[in-house]
């Protein structure tokens, strides 16, 4: 996930000959600059909620259309299998960790043993996740298993 930041450009004459992607109307106002693309002020509002974006933080959508980054994750944030929460990134900007296994995404925090609830290695290691008949599995709750079926 890119989340961009606007240039606020405020020269009428450079702005005249611009027309607001939004819209399709000349911009003799302040022009706001993002994607490579020039709107009104008043145009670059978020797709859900319709607010201003001004100079926050936004993300494109699938059609070039953007959101408020609250609406951007409430759309398109991969939902947590294991806790049914989305995954987004924390307050402070970092990006939360997404595993993703068995076609399914985790947080981090999440990503443990169905049975013994270990927290799990998104790395391919001894600590690592033994997937077995679609569970999420230690490798030792993996063997026991396998072990268990004889
Ligand atoms: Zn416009
Ligand atoms: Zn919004
Ligand atoms: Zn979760
Ligand atoms: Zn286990």
């Not at 606020?8 to 993002?34: K, M, N, Q, Y």
């Not at 607010?51 to 993300?59: D, P």
């Not at 997404?98 to 998104?122: K, M």
């Amino acid at each position: 996930m890119v989340a961009f930041s606007v240039d606020l450009v405020t020269f009428p004459w450079l702005a005249s000959l611009e027309l607001c992607w939004a819209c399709g109307e000349v911009i003799t106002d302040h022009v706001i600059r993002a994607l490579e693309r020039a709107y009104h002020l008043s145009c670059f509002t978020c797709a859900t909620c319709k607010q201003e974006i001004g100079e926050q933080a936004f993300a494109q959508g699938e059609v070039g259309e953007v959101y408020c980054l609250r609406d951007y994750y409430r759309k398109y944030a991969p939902k947590c299998n294991a806790c049914n929460k989305l995954i987004i990134p924390k307050e402070d900007g970092t990006d939360s960790y997404n595993v993703q296994c068995l076609g399914n995404s985790y947080h981090e925090n999440c990503y443990r043993c169905e049975v013994c609830v270990i927290q799990l290695s998104p790395e391919p290691n001894e600590h690592g996740c033994y997937p077995l008949e679609g569970k999420l599995l230690c490798k030792t709750c993996h063997l026991n298993l396998v072990s268990g079926q004889h």
